[in-house]
């Protein structure tokens, strides 16, 4: 007996999964060429810098003339308000210059710009957001320690409150943009606390007793500038703590959704760039009397990055939407509720269920991506053979990049415990 659903021939029964095809609109389009225009004129001085490990001083100016520099933020604040879906679909166009400048716009944007749009109050956003959508003012995300990456809760930074100010201490690891950031957030635990008493914290970079240092010698990522920040019981004022006081980790994870979205999409256009580099390479390759493009094994290399790249795509793009369920319910909340803060919380069952189900999510489309990414970019080093191996060379660009997404914005190894838990149970949890 075949069973039919009575509602099977309302017309939009399909809605939803027809919607699945992700066919861009008209104005994604629009947008993705003025990022594809911009990326090409920045492709030569991209690759220049690499070379010189210093940063493309033409990025921000080219990309701020489209908009970039604000492309999911209001455009209360001068953003150009896009969703997360065309904000991702814009930095899949950016992974193929590389995961370097990608990297810039997770930093600035993702768990930067994003981080304040989503926590911060109306007077911190009017202050801080219109002069980061212009350009005046690149954010960074401060989370990382020495002794505190994979698992942030142990961190040693801490802050005390003297009343007028918060005074906060310690050091900060790894800190993309952290050289030339003018506005970061970072956290920090109350002296004496536990993880209960980790809070957020607004900095202006410019304030007194802040020391930065560039790390140097870095394998790959070398137009990204990396900093170590240090705090010596720096001033910061009160109205700059960036959510409730122990809402710190909170805010935190809720960042590294985006920042694993970000480097998800990164990774496709990584792919992409191999693939297209590899393709044109074995085609004009002549190896034994033929082209490489007819030997077997380079089809199956290329048909691995056909499969990877597709695959990726629709795990990242399926996490974006569920991240954009979650921004438009943390934005309705705020419409109708003045204490909307407090509802950012376990207590709120369905606030709970969007955010796992994004970040699970955004954890597969990372955790995959990232490891086909890398694949993909030493399969694109073998086609070209010794050719790949030169530094000057884009793929081999891409495997030096692409090692360093399997770390940041969660380890994949954390991330396959993460996923793990979320299926088990939290009472399964690993770490």
């Not at 993702?110 to 956003?125: A, F, M, P, R």
């Not at 980790?198 to 007793?209: A, K, Q, R, T």
């Not at 086909?372 to 053979?385: K, L, R, T």
Request: charged share 25%; glycine share 6%.
């Amino acid at each position: 007996m075949i069973l039919i659903n009575k509602d099977i021939h309302n017309k939009n029964y399909f809605t939803k999964i027809s919607s699945m095809n992700f066919e861009y609109s008209e104005k994604q389009k629009k947008f993705i060429k003025q990022v594809d225009k911009v990326c090409k004129v920045l492709r030569a001085n991209e690759e220049i810098a690499y070379l010189k490990e210093s940063v493309n001083d033409k990025l921000i100016p080219e990309f701020n003339k489209i908009g970039m520099l604000g492309c999911p933020i209001s455009k209360q604040y001068k953003g150009l308000g896009y969703d997360i879906l065309t904000y991702i679909l814009a930095l899949q166009r950016i992974g193929e210059e590389g995961s370097a400048m990608r990297t810039f716009f997770s930093c600035h944007t993702s768990i930067g710009q994003l981080v304040l749009q989503t926590w911060s109050n109306d007077e911190q956003k009017k202050k801080y957001l219109p002069d980061t959508t212009s350009g005046k003012s690149i954010m960074a995300f401060a989370l990382t320690e020495p002794e505190a990456g994979s698992d942030p809760s142990v961190l040693d930074t801490h802050y005390e409150d003297n009343g007028e100010y918060y005074l906060i201490s310690g050091k900060k690891h790894w800190i993309g943009n952290g050289t030339f950031a003018k506005t970061i957030t970072t956290y920090a635990k109350e002296k004496g606390g536990d993880t209960k008493s980790i809070s957020s914290f607004i900095i202006d970079m410019n304030l007194p007793n802040i020391k930065k240092k560039e790390i140097r010698n870095k394998m790959g990522l070398l137009t990204v500038k990396n900093a170590i920040i240090e705090f010596d019981k720096c001033k910061i004022p009160k109205e700059n703590l960036l959510g409730l006081k122990g809402q710190g980790l909170s805010i935190a994870f809720s960042a590294l959704i985006d920042g694993r979205l970000s480097v998800a999409a990164g990774a496709i256009g990584v792919m992409e760039d191999c693939l297209n580099e590899s393709l044109a390479y074995a085609k004009n390759r002549c190896q034994h009397g033929s082209a490489l493009a007819k030997k077997q094994l380079i089809q199956q290399y290329l048909a691995k990055m056909e499969v990877s790249i597709e695959s990726a795509k629709w795990l990242t793009y399926r996490a974006a939407i569920a991240k954009q369920q979650l921004n438009d319910y943390i934005e309705d909340l705020k419409r109708n509720d003045d204490k909307w803060i407090f509802n950012l919380s376990r207590k709120n069952k369905k606030y709970v269920d969007l955010r796992r189900k994004s970040d699970k999510l955004a954890a597969i489309a990372k955790y995959y991506a990232t490891n086909m990414s890398f694949d993909v970019a030493n399969m694109s080093v073998q086609i070209f053979g010794s050719e790949g191996y030169k530094k000057t060379s884009r793929v081999a660009k891409h495997f030096l990049d692409s090692r360093a997404t399997l770390i940041y914005e969660g380890t994949n190894e954390v991330l396959e415990l993460k996923i793990a838990s979320e299926i088990l149970g939290y009472n399964y949890r690993a770490y």
